[in-house]
């Protein structure tokens, strides 16, 4: 069987963001930008099933820009068979990439999709879900565990209370918590062996989806500031301070 | 049209979530000059039902009692929300992993964009959301007919437990989806309050060096009735469950007293407590960033100012 693997290229989770001074965004230009850390434990998850005998083939899918071509080079440089790009230089939505995966997803027919549960820019966490919703799949977000057995799959979920287990026939979407698993680096002759690898290049008008951004984003700011207290010499003070000063103890 | 708040609950009480959600689904009807309904749907949950319509500013609660609503199965209820949402202006759930599971599925079936973890309502249509970790906050406005929303908790206050009368009615059940099965939950037993609604929170970093050691921070946390949290530096390490994780991808917390112990600050960690009133930072590094946000700064051996902190709060308890 077939997995699918979504790849979104985000700014390094390293970088501090700084916000433009127009207020329009932040400063993505001249910035270090990688696979969002989500994705890779994805990628990861994928390949360590294609290492159980249970998947067969791992095709990365990334949508945006031309650039996007980088984040898919990295799951192929990791062992992912090959890459799908859904070019284009809209602003994506949640709801607009939910979409062309589906797209996607319905031309490569994978039995399984693995995203990450988040992106560390928008910080939306709604396409696996979405992605689920109009395929008409069961879906299991924030997975820590993926057990695949005769085409049903039993996966568990760091939930705010501790763990929940969910059982399902696949297809499905599964979106990835951190503790699935640690993503590999990719080696040297990897990443060569990589540049070989085969990349779809598609579009939304080729596949037939409207991306329209719903939400406007009027303005972007920065937080307010939150200044720095003092220090103290002792427990004593310390406990002093928050008895009477901060009045929360 | 009203405004419908999702409530969430384990079938005997609301989760206290809920009532901060309220309080933006207030915000929202006031700005739009309309009321706001409560949906309360689960198994054998009347109970839930009754203490919703409690809530201060509950115009109407929609009780929808089904098996197929039992442990909160997105695929299962999708379906309803969608069917209920033809008669709302606006959707709102908590942005807990319950309405964060739920809400996107919701949102893509109606085609419409969600509008994740709000917390700021501008107008009706215009909120203020944080991205990249809450080191930029977006003013969003949104064209969709229909507005699917999940509430930061911590950026709108609780609305009051009681004070409304709220008529309960009965929403027909949709029924299971039969795509997917509850199996089992292993939900992390504490006599400490919830990390989300903790008046105080005391956290271990990778200073704590293990999870035995968390029993140091423990007691601490016991002296102050507090709960117990970690940074992912120690969640990646294994010190302790994924569920004490507060940052960027664990829970988001702004309690009136956060301790962090051995946590250096690092960015992801600092956008899930940064809004809390007070903050204490102990670290033997006088250069963690930590100590750049905290109200008060104590460098030195945690292992020697745990036991001393415990020491110290029960000499004064005495």
Known sequence: MKALVAVKRVVDYNVKVRVKADKTGVETANVKMSMNPFDEIAVEEALRLREAGIVTEVIAASLGVQQCQETIRTALAMGADRGVLVQTDVELQPLAVAKLLKAVIEKEQPDLVIIGKQAIDDDCNQTGQMLAALLGWPQATFASKIVINDGRAEVTREVDGGLETVAFKLPAVVTTDLRLNEPRYASLPNIMKAKKKPIDVTTPEQLGVDVTPRLVTLKVEEPAKRQGGVKVGSVAELVNKLKDEARVI | ?318
Not at chain 2, 63 to 72: F, N, Q, V
């Open chain 2, 1 to 318: 049209m009203s405004v419908l708040v999702v409530a969430e609950h384990d079938n005997r009480a609301l989760k206290p979530a809920t009532l901060n959600t309220m309080t933006a689904a207030a915000e929202i009807a006031k700005a739009a000059g309309s009321d706001v309904h409560i949906l309360v749907a689960g198994k054998d949950c009347r109970p839930v039902a009754e203490a919703a319509a409690q809530i201060a500013g509950a115009a109407k609660v929609l009780l929808a009692d089904d098996t197929a609503y039992d442990h909160g199965i997105a695929e299962n209820w999708a379906p309803l929300l969608v069917k209920l949402a033809a008669g709302y202006s606006h959707v709102l759930a908590p942005a807990t992993t319950f309405g964060k599971n739920l809400m996107p599925r919701v949102a893509a079936l109606l085609d419409v964009m969600q509008i994740s973890d709000i917390s700021a309502v501008e107008l009706a249509d215009t909120f203020v959301r944080p991205i990249y970790a809450g080191n930029a906050l977006a003013t969003v406005q949104s064209k969709d007919p229909i507005k699917i929303i999940t509430v930061r908790g911590t950026a709108f206050a609780p609305a009051a437990a009681t004070g409304a009368n709220a008529p309960i009615e009965a929403a027909e059940a949709t029924g299971a989806a039969g795509l997917s099965e509850f199996v089992r939950a292993e939900l992390s037993k504490s006599e400490r309050p919830e990390l989300t609604s903790a008046r105080v929170i005391i956290s271990g970093g990778r200073g704590m060096q293990s999870g035995d050691n968390f029993h140091l921070l423990e007691k601490v946390a016991d002296k102050l009735g507090a709960a117990v949290g970690a940074s992912r530096a120690a969640v990646d390490a294994g010190f302790v469950p994924n569920d004490y994780q507060v940052g960027q991808t664990g829970k988001i917390v702004a309690p009136e007293l956060y301790v962090a112990v051995g946590i250096s600050g690092a960015i992801q960690h600092l956008a899930g407590m940064k809004d809390s009133k007070v903050i204490v930072a102990i670290n033997k590094d006088e250069e963690a960033p930590i100590f750049q946000i905290a109200d008060y700064g104590l460098v030195g051996d945690l292992f020697k100012i745990l036991p001393e902190l415990d020491e110290e709060l029960g000499k004064r308890q005495k």
